[in-house]
C-alpha cells in the first residue's frame, strides 16, 4: 500500500510541473515570477513625467517675394489643402 501512495504521489508532482494549466507549467510560472525580466535586473527607476509641448505658430522670419508667395499658393492649391485646414 505504502509504495502505491509513494508512485501515486510522484505522479501527482511530475503532473503538476510538467502539464501545463492554462498555458503554463507550474515550473514556468515559478520561473517567471522568481526571476525579474531581464530589462528590468539592470536598473529600476521611477519613470519619468510625459512632457507635452505645444505647437506654437510663429511668425515668420522671413518675408516671401510676390514670386515665391505665388509659387507657394499655387503648390498649395494643387494639394487641395489651405493654410487655415492645419489649424
Same mark, same amino acid.
Given at each position: 500500500m505504502g509504495k502505491?501512495?509513494?508512485l501515486l504521489f510522484?505522479?501527482?508532482l511530475v503532473a503538476a510541473f510538467l502539464v501545463p494549466f492554462h498555458g503554463l507549467t507550474l515550473?514556468?510560472?515559478a520561473a =517567471?515570477?522568481? /526571476?525579474?525580466?531581464a530589462a528590468e535586473t539592470h536598473r529600476q527607476r521611477?519613470?519619468?513625467p510625459v512632457r507635452?509641448?505645444?505647437v506654437r505658430s510663429e511668425t515668420p522670419k522671413e518675408r516671401l517675394s510676390d514670386r515665391d508667395r505665388k509659387a507657394l499658393? =499655387?503648390?498649395? /492649391?494643387?494639394?487641395?489643402t489651405?493654410?487655415?485646414?492645419?489649424r
Open positions: 502505491a501512495l509513494a510522484l505522479g501527482a515550473y514556468q510560472r =517567471r515570477r522568481l /526571476s525579474p525580466p521611477a519613470p519619468q507635452r509641448e505645444r499658393d =499655387r503648390l498649395v /492649391s494643387e494639394t487641395g489651405s493654410p487655415a485646414d492645419s
